[in-house]
Every structure is written in structure tokens, then in C-alpha cells.
């Protein structure tokens, strides 16, 4: 009996092919995909410390927990103490008896992101120079901050901006002040002048207790980046 040999090759070859098809299939398929992106952070209201409360339809409510803010609002912080998280632009942590107005919730408008009406708050700004800066508005002018830190101060004696970290401008009677890291301006006076802060500054529980935030909310950021 003679045994017929059947051929394979083109058998092979055809399971080649189905596997190379399936295997492009599944590569261009990966390619046309689209691309998946982290959903922006929210606006919220942080209370730190005692009593803080939130404008809504004229009456002022009192707020325990933190919050979404989803529209411009007036905020004050009485006995108490607050942080508005804007989103990963930067912050603004507001001292006891402050009260500040949140005009915007894009910090990429034209208009001031947040207005302080007394008292003293503190600003973060993580915003690189090639976007537009954070602007906080004030009865004596506009402060605007990309990389840095602020305090800024208002009273009846007037509105003082001290910059604690890199650097911030100062809008102020026509002119643009620039003011760099130890630095400090009092703007109750028309011809404003730049002065030095001394090292016992340094060490005075409200900007040596904000530093300390600002690092813990960099290092959040770096985090959540990885």
C-alpha cells in the first residue's frame, strides 16, 4: 500500500496570515483609541478651623464640611479659618475675620479670581508664567501671581502685599510693582515703596505654618502627577 503525503505548507501559511491579522487588528485598534484624560478637579471649600460661612441667596450659612463650589459666592471666616482649593491653580487660605469674594471659578479669565474684602488671606499660585496669572483684587489694587505665595492684608490702615515665595506683581495708582521673595509694600500711601522684610518675619506662626502648607500641597500635586 502506497501512503499519499498530504500537503501542509498552505494549510500553515493560512494560520500565519489569520494570526497576523488578528494581531494588526488589535494593534490598529489600540492606536484609534481615544486617548483617556483625568477629570478636572473642583472648586471647593475647605473649613479648617471654627466658624466659616457661605453666602447663599442673602443669608449666611454656616459651613462644617467641605464643599463643591460651583458658582461665584462670598465667603468670611468670623472666628474661624478656610481654604479654597482652586482646583491644582493654587489656593487661598483665608485667617480668622477674613471675608473674600470667589468672582470666578476659570482662573484663566480676565477678570480677578477672587476679591478680599478684609482681613488677611494667603494665595498659592502653581501657574506657569505662560498662562495668565491669578489675580486677587483689593480696595488698593490688583496682586497677580503665577509661581509663588502671598499674603495680603486689609484694613482701615490700608492693603499690604508680602511675598513669601518667588515672586508676584503689584497693580497699583497707575503703576506695576514687582515684588520678589522677603518683600513687602504698604498701599495706604500714593508713592507706595518697596521694603525688606526682617528675618524674625520669617518666623512668625502664620508664614512659617503657610510654607509648611505650600510644600504639603506641592508635594500632593507631584503625587497625584506620577
Do not use: C
Request: charged content about 15%; proline content about 4%.
Amino acid at each position: 500500500m502506497h501512503l499519499r503525503t498530504v500537503p501542509v505548507r498552505y494549510s500553515f501559511t493560512k494560520w500565519v496570515a489569520a494570526v497576523l491579522i488578528v494581531a494588526v487588528a488589535v494593534q490598529s485598534r489600540v492606536i484609534f483609541l481615544p486617548p483617556q484624560t483625568n477629570a478636572e478637579s473642583p472648586v471647593t471649600l475647605r473649613p479648617t478651623q471654627g466658624s466659616v460661612e457661605i453666602s447663599s441667596h442673602e443669608l449666611w450659612q454656616p459651613v462644617t464640611n467641605e464643599i463643591e463650589l460651583t458658582q461665584p459666592t462670598t465667603l468670611r471666616t468670623n472666628q474661624g479659618e478656610a481654604t479654597i482649593l482652586l482646583r491644582d491653580n493654587g489656593n487661598v487660605r483665608l485667617s480668622a475675620n477674613a471675608s473674600v469674594t470667589l468672582n470666578t471659578l476659570d482662573i484663566s479669565s480676565a477678570m480677578p479670581t477672587v476679591t478680599l474684602t478684609s482681613g488677611k488671606i494667603w494665595v498659592q499660585s502653581i501657574i506657569p508664567h505662560s498662562l495668565q496669572g491669578m489675580m486677587v483684587a483689593t480696595r488698593a489694587g490688583n496682586v497677580v501671581l503665577h509661581n509663588g505665595s502671598v499674603s495680603i492684608s486689609s484694613s482701615e490702615a490700608g492693603v499690604r502685599v508680602e511675598v513669601w515665595d518667588r515672586s508676584a506683581e503689584v497693580q497699583h495708582d497707575g503703576r506695576i510693582i514687582s515684588l520678589i521673595a522677603g518683600e513687602y509694600i504698604d498701599l495706604s500711601q500714593k508713592d507706595a515703596a518697596i521694603q525688606t522684610a526682617s528675618e524674625s518675619a520669617y518666623r512668625a506662626p502664620w508664614v512659617v505654618q503657610n510654607l509648611e502648607r505650600d510644600a504639603v500641597h506641592q508635594q500632593e500635586l507631584a503625587q497625584l502627577q506620577q
